[in-house]
């Protein structure tokens, strides 16, 4: 299966972290948000690139499984992955890493589902979405 892939590096803000002085779990799914823009960016799926198309694409699942803690002032690598599936979805995985020793602090998962402008699901892939396959060698 071809995958494509972007990685990203994300510095951890003093806004982030915790009275433990660590990175509070939630803000983990803004790293994984860094991931897909500079994805979106890179390969253009951006999120503007799919609404002048017509379409929304909301998350419907977010997984995020923690193995290490980070601090203030680390640097993360947010390692992005397209998982090219059949159905109409956009799904991402994602390995995130202390760039400092190359740790792997977490990892996850998020799955997108497309939606009109008046808010329907769509439950064929978009057109746009098959050219966008095409255009990066994933039909």
Known sequence: MIKITNITKVKVRFSEVDSMQIVWHGNYAKFLEDGREAFGEEFGLGYYNVYEQGFMT????????FKRQVKYGDEVEVKTIFENVDAAKIWFKYVLSRVSDGAIVAKGQTIQVFLDKEGELQITNPEFYKNWKVKNGLL
């Open 58 to 65: 909301p998350i419907v699942k977010l997984d995020i499984d």
